[in-house]
């Protein structure tokens, strides 16, 4: 088995990438998709997070407004905390769960923050950083949906690159076309074979 952490920041195309390597026969875990999970209507992590921000993020049917929680947890740094603390020991035990039911595979888990990246969380065998410029990064959140400032607020509570790059084994850029990003993912796939053949 090869446990392989991908990183990268907003709109650095985690997923794209994660797709492009389950193409070629990774097993891909998207611990954002984990932490809606973790956070589905009337799961123990919801009411959590109910608790501690109140009506503030309440939405109907014992769910939690998103948008809401997103604007107030970006936008502060000690309630940012305060939701990681609730939500990220039930992602990991969930990530954990499924990496356990794996056998001798590369295993890709999408992972956008850098204390997760590090490896003694999943003890990952390689990171892997996905660079973008920040323009290009901005661009793209917009284009799904997500308000300009929305989006440079959440850049800028993340990471910078040159802080990934301490905890990164390898770097894929992802600036061009989807041509380019296909024949640099070649070339990464390449590389994980041979890590997981010396692993």
């Not at 990268?8 to 891909?28: E, H, I, Q």
């Not at 809401?68 to 035990?93: C, G, M």
């Given at each position: ?30 611990t954002d ?6 956070l589905a ?31 107030i947890v ?126």
């Amino acid at each position: 088995m090869l446990l392989v952490g991908l990183s990268g920041s907003l709109g650095s195309g985690k997923s794209t990438v994660g797709k492009a390597l389950a193409t070629r026969d990774a097993t891909v875990i998207d611990t954002d998709q984990v932490a809606r999970q973790v956070l589905a209507p009337g799961s123990a992590g919801t009411q959590a997070v109910l608790d501690h921000f109140g009506d503030r993020v309440r939405a109907p049917g014992r769910a939690i407004d998103r948008q809401a929680l997103a604007s107030i947890v970006f936008a502060d740094p000690q309630e940012r905390a305060a939701l990681e603390a609730i939500t990220h020991p039930l992602v990991h035990e969930e990530v954990r769960r499924r990496i356990a039911g794996l056998g001798d595979r590369v295993i890709v888990v999408e992972i956008p923050l850098l204390d997760e990246a590090r490896r003694g969380i999943f003890r990952f065998d390689v990171v892997v950083l996905i660079e973008v410029r920040p323009d290009i990064a901005v661009r793209r959140a917009v284009e799904r949906g997500m308000a300009e400032d929305d989006a440079r607020a959440r850049m800028a509570a993340q990471p910078t690159d040159a802080q990934r790059r301490q905890v990164a084994d390898r770097t894929l850029g992802n600036d061009g076309t989807r041509a380019e990003l296909e024949t640099a993912v070649d070339a990464l796939w390449d590389w994980l074979q041979m890590q997981r053949s010396h692993a």
